[in-house]
């Protein structure tokens, strides 16, 4: 089978208005327009861009279940774009998730439930969410695929490593990332710009890292939303407001790039599967 080299991809540096659903669904659709008329085929907004970041008990009040009508229709609305949003996901009554919606062709295709909940620094996500159990690796278009990871999920190199493994030719990072909220000495801004240019280059695996812009009450999420190419390379990089940024990645250049770098070939997943289960 001949496979499209090109594929046409965007990350979505907005601001969400802290639990206001309907307001930033209109947002979505917005930017859904712009990307649409600039022929996005993968579209990645920001962690939590539905509901905004510092939640806490009103986890419960934003939450929706996946047959929610406004989840509905932003399905409706990504048509052939593969379209990944951030919403808090009602599983069950009093049960829910930092999570992804992963749309495309009107249809709510995926849902990556977040696996590693910060609780330290200013974050205190294990208090209000409960903890995912599963990746996920959606099919784009032939010939490309795409694996997601929320923010944190991204912190912890046994999670990526798994993720990696099935060889999406995408890995989608949608952040919040707010300056200082770790600790004074630890830097957001340098440590993600290190964290995902590492994982790209390592893995042949082209990144879209969407953070959000913008205040949050007491917060400030600095931006910074980037596309990486297969060798880390930036591809696009966001200026310091709300934007769409949007890149051309090219299968052959990922090819060549694992091809010289064959981290996927030599992982030994059977030895570092033993290796784990001695340290359990």
């Not at 930092?98 to 996500?125: C, D, F, S, W």
């Not at 953070?211 to 917060?219: C, I, L, T, W």
């Not at 990645?249 to 990922?254: F, Q, V």
Request: glycine share 8%.
């Amino acid at each position: 089978m001949h496979y499209q080299d090109d594929l046409h991809v965007a990350a979505a540096q907005i601001n969400a208005e802290l639990g206001a659903v309907d307001a930033n669904l209109e947002r979505h659709l917005e930017c859904l327009e712009e990307a649409s008329r600039a022929g996005i085929e993968l579209l990645v907004f920001p962690e939590l861009s539905l509901t905004g970041y510092g939640l806490g008990a009103d986890v419960m009040r934003v939450a929706m279940p996946l047959e929610d009508p406004r989840l509905m229709r932003l399905a409706r609305a990504v048509g052939d774009i593969q379209t990944v949003v951030g919403f808090v996901e009602e599983a069950s009554p009093g049960e829910y998730y930092n999570a992804l919606a992963i749309m495309q062709h009107g249809e709510l295709v995926a849902v990556h439930r977040k696996l590693n909940l910060p609780t330290y620094g200013g974050l205190e996500e294990g208090k209000w969410f409960t903890h995912g159990d599963a990746l996920t690796h959606t099919p784009v278009r032939p010939g490309w695929s795409a694996t997601q990871l929320i923010c944190a999920d991204l912190w912890n190199p046994a999670l990526v490593h798994a993720a990696l493994l099935p060889r999406p030719t995408i890995l989608c990072a949608p952040i919040n990332s707010a300056s200082g909220i770790v600790s004074d000495d630890f830097s957001n801004e340098q440590n993600w710009a290190l964290n995902v240019r590492f994982y790209a280059m390592t893995y042949g695996t082209p990144v879209i890292m969407a953070n959000r812009f913008g205040p949050e009450g007491a917060s400030h999420f600095w931006g910074g939303s980037r596309i990486l190419g297969p060798r880390g390379e930036p591809l696009a990089e966001a200026d310091d407001r709300e934007t769409l940024i949007e890149a051309h990645l090219s299968r052959t250049a990922i090819a060549k790039a694992r091809f010289e770098l064959p981290t996927h070939r030599d992982a030994d997943t059977p030895l570092i599967r033993d290796l784990m289960a001695g340290h359990r």
